[in-house]
Nanobody, 113 residues
Framework: QVQLVESGGGLVQAGGSLRLSCAAS????????MSWYRQAPGKQRDLVAT???????NYGDSVKGRFTISRDNAKNTVYLDMNSLKPEDTAVYYC???????WGQGTQVTVSS
């Protein structure tokens, strides 16, 4: 069973940047599709970005051109680089292993205006 731990969240001003990390343990995620989701207070959890085992990526419309998902298989880690952050990006960000269904515990991102 894969365990996922997110890190890198925090408080940032609008226009700033953050890098989130999702470290996997218990099993290799090298061949797994991995995704980042986010959930703002009172809202549903939305898909932000996905990366395939081959490195192909896709993004939600609201983050295209600002966020980049990547992976380092040697470190068994997936990243989400977030640039030009907006207050509406404020949410808890979760990592998910699409193959096993495992979720991380989430990391809070707060963007101030």
């Amino acid at each position: 069973q894969v365990q996922l731990v997110e890190s890198g969240g925090g408080l940032v001003q609008a226009g700033g940047s953050l890098r989130l990390s999702c470290a996997a343990s218990g099993s290799s995620i090298r061949f797994n599709y991995m995704s980042w989701y986010r959930q703002a207070p009172g809202k549903q959890r939305d898909l932000v970005a996905t990366i395939t085992s081959g490195g192909f990526t896709n993004y939600g419309d609201s983050v295209k051109g600002r966020f980049t998902i990547s992976r380092d298989n040697a470190k068994n880690t997936v990243y989400l680089d977030m640039n030009s952050l907006k207050p509406e990006d404020t949410a808890v960000y979760y990592c998910k292993d699409r193959s096993s269904g495992s979720w991380g515990q989430g990391t809070q991102v707060t963007v101030s205006s």
